[in-house]
């Protein structure tokens, strides 16, 4: 049985639902992620950010569903994304292309923790409690801000 049917206005490209079933989120051809009331389907939030032709390919929710993280084709950011106020928490840097698979990491998906996979062969884990100033000055160094404790892992042929 279909319990509601959301009308977008582009082509819809990943969607993912709160744990709490309040909320869905879906990313779109059009460059926005959108924020919808689970029970009602009323649009809470048009949320833009992302750039290039793609559109919004990969979204997920935290567990408490107070964030959500997106990534796009071709952009190389993580967009965090307050859904209390639908305004950009944090952009996380790192990747040098696309960026077309996100997930919230760690206990319950709890919102401090971020894995994301990029068409430059690389998967990157992000502390959103880290300080924004110490990653901001990591990366101006060269070092990878978010790096996984004990450094970053390789593995394969």
């Known amino acids: 049985e279909?319990?509601?049917?959301?009308?977008?206005?582009?082509?819809v490209m990943a969607v993912?639902?709160?744990?709490?079933?309040?909320?869905?989120?879906?990313g779109a051809g059009d460059r926005y992620v959108r924020v919808w009331?689970?029970?009602?389907?009323?649009?809470?939030f048009e949320l833009p950010g992302h750039s290039g032709r793609g559109g919004?390919?990969?979204?997920?929710?935290?567990?408490?569903?107070?964030?959500?993280?997106?990534?796009?084709?071709?952009?190389?950011r993580v967009i965090v994304w307050d859904l209390r106020t639908g305004a950009q928490a944090r952009v996380l840097r790192g990747h040098s292309v696309n960026v077309n698979a996100v997930c919230f990491a760690g206990p319950e998906r709890s919102g401090s923790r971020v894995a994301s996979g990029s068409f430059d062969m690389s998967v990157r884990l992000w502390d959103l409690n880290a300080d924004a100033e110490?990653?901001?000055?990591?990366?101006?160094?060269?070092?990878?801000?978010?790096?996984?404790a004990g450094g970053a892992a390789r593995g394969g042929p």
Request: glycine letters at 10%.
């Open 56 to 76: 919004v390919a990969t979204v997920s929710v935290s567990g408490d569903g107070a964030l959500a993280v997106s990534g796009a084709d071709p952009d190389d």
């Open 16 to 26: 993912a639902a709160s744990d709490v079933g309040t909320r869905i989120v879906t």
């Open 2 to 11: 279909e319990l509601l049917q959301l009308e977008h206005p582009s082509r």
């Open 134 to 148: 110490e990653e901001e000055e990591a990366e101006a160094q060269g070092a990878f801000a978010g790096e996984p």
């Open 37 to 44: 009331d689970a029970a009602t389907g009323d649009l809470e």
